[in-house]
């Protein structure tokens, strides 16, 4: 089994990674109506018709605020354009920031280990322009040079591509084997996902906190949006409390400047969170120290909020489920 930064990848997640990595239909993005592609009009507000792969793979958040329009146009229709088409649209790819964009020596990192690297380069000159303020070489990566690519050119792409994505060491490992041990015995659902990497875009920090607090190991690989994941904290009897140090069961959210939540992870003890960084197949399932996240999340104007869970009175100790005691058999960017 090949790891990154000591997180763990399957063969068959790996697999998953070559098919997913960069989808049959491209999304261009437009300061102005392009005037050869017939496009729509760009509301980042709103979802609009990009699926998750698109978004992971065209990292649509961070485009810039300048795109107005945008065009989904299959990769084969894409090539019918004229080659001044085409670069004048890989051109405005990369001045808004959209993904799959990379400079020559972007490129070339991202190519490192790769025997006869040049030959590679030659495949994907075809989606080049030169930028002439910088006078470096832009590549637009596409589905049919993806694909025209050995399998061995492409694990080594995607190793290098998912190590920027994964700032942290694995913890888990390094921890005694006494803490390793009472924490599988304890969530020993969550123990299988611990420092692996999924097999798709979706599962995102919502639905890892979510599968901690509630016990419910079939929603950790689910695209949870913050309404279903506030719904199920009040469901489950946790309210937010102000000025209280961290302890075992609580959840950390983490919102923006107009209160949207953006981020959030689950206490296994008053030391060690379960946490994912992001929605993409790049970003693992983490065991982290608490301090750790506070420290990348305490930052960029994000607002902490601790969430406990209300303890019932009236109810016996013996009586209350536990992980051991749950039958649960299913099993270079952060989206922010």
């Known amino acids: 089994m090949r790891k990154i930064n000591g997180y763990k990848l399957p063969p068959e997640v790996l697999?998953?990674?070559?098919?997913?990595?960069?989808?049959?239909?491209e999304i261009l993005f437009f300061r102005e109506?392009?005037?050869?592609?017939?496009?729509?009009?760009?509301?980042?507000?709103?979802?609009?018709?990009?699926?998750?792969?698109?978004?992971?793979?065209?990292?649509?958040?961070?485009?810039?605020?300048?795109?107005?329009?945008f065009v989904k146009i299959n990769a084969k229709d894409f090539r019918k354009l004229n080659e001044g088409q085409q670069k004048k649209a890989i051109k405005e790819q990369?001045?808004?920031?959209?993904?799959?964009?990379?400079?020559?020596?972007?490129?070339?990192?991202?190519?490192?280990?790769?025997?006869?690297?040049?030959?590679?380069?030659?495949?994907?000159?075809?989606?080049?322009?030169?930028?002439?303020?910088?006078?470096?070489?832009?590549?637009?990566?596409?589905?049919?040079?993806?694909?025209?690519?050995?399998?061995?050119v492409q694990t080594k792409f995607l190793l290098n591509y998912a190590e920027l994505w994964t700032d942290e060491q694995a913890a888990f490992e390094n921890l005694d084997e006494r803490t390793q041990q009472e924490l599988k015995e304890e969530y020993h659902s969550l123990s299988s996902f611990i420092d692996f990497f999924p097999s798709k875009n979706g599962p995102n920090c919502l639905s890892a906190a979510a599968a901690g607090f509630t016990a419910d190991i079939k929603i950790i690989e689910d695209w949870m949006k913050p309404d279903r994941f506030h719904s199920l904290l009040n469901h489950y009897g946790y309210t937010p409390i102000d000025k209280a140090a961290t302890q075992k069961g609580d959840v950390l959210v983490w919102r923006d400047e107009h209160q949207r939540t953006m981020h959030a992870c689950f206490l296994l003890n008053d030391q060690y969170s379960f946490n994912k960084h992001g929605q993409t197949m790049f970003n693992p399932w983490q065991v982290l120290p608490v301090e750790e996240v506070m420290n990348v999340w305490n930052r960029g104007g994000f607002s902490m909020q601790l969430h406990r869970k209300e303890q019932d009175k009236n109810k016996n100790p013996r009586t209350r489920q536990c992980w051991k005691q749950t039958d649960c058999r299913h099993r270079w960017y952060k989206y922010r």
């Not at 697999?15 to 239909?25: A, G, Y």
């Not at 709103?46 to 992971?56: A, G, I, M, N, Y």
């Not at 990292?59 to 329009?69: D, G, L």
């Not at 808004?96 to 040049?118: F, P, S, V, W």
């Open 33 to 69: 109506e392009s005037g050869y592609i017939p496009s729509e009009k760009y509301l980042p507000e709103k979802s609009q018709s990009f699926s998750l792969d698109e978004r992971t793979s065209f990292t649509t958040w961070a485009v810039s605020r300048e795109a107005r329009y």
């Open 15 to 25: 697999e998953s990674w070559r098919d997913k990595f960069i989808p049959e239909n």
């Open 94 to 152: 990369r001045l808004l920031q959209r993904g799959m964009t990379y400079t020559e020596k972007e490129l070339i990192q991202l190519l490192n280990g790769i025997t006869h690297a040049d030959e590679v380069l030659k495949v994907l000159e075809p989606s080049t322009f030169v930028d002439e303020a910088g006078e470096e070489k832009v590549y637009m990566l596409q589905y049919y040079h993806w694909n025209s690519l050995s399998s061995q």
